[in-house]
């Protein structure tokens, strides 16, 4: 269930400095998200199965500590970032 080569690298490439620029955080939070959406789609389809609840469940509390690294070190950033991905915050 790993995202696919061809949708990383979009995301990479939309939100990084360049197309090898991964350890960006904005890139990291982008990637999350992209694979909270797919895990939340299998856990609705599967709900008995709990090993996948807990993996969003730890990609979740992953993302949420990118977010809030991001808050403190760029603001705007951070607020452009939420936007853009469509989060609550």
Do not use: W
């Not at 694979?35 to 949420?64: E, W, Y």
């Not at 070190?73 to 989060?87: F, N, S, T, V």
Request: no cysteine.
């Amino acid at each position: 269930m790993a995202l696919s080569k061809e949708l990383s690298h979009s995301i990479v490439s939309k939100f990084g400095a360049n197309e090898n620029d991964t350890g960006n955080t904005k890139v990291q939070i982008a990637l999350l998200t992209s694979r909270i959406q797919q895990l939340t789609d299998h856990v609705n389809r599967f709900p008995k199965d709990s090993s996948a609840k807990r993996s969003m469940m730890k990609v979740v509390g992953q993302r949420k500590r990118f977010l809030k690294y991001l808050m403190r070190k760029d603001l705007e950033g951070y607020r452009a970032l939420i936007k853009e991905l469509g989060l609550r915050k």
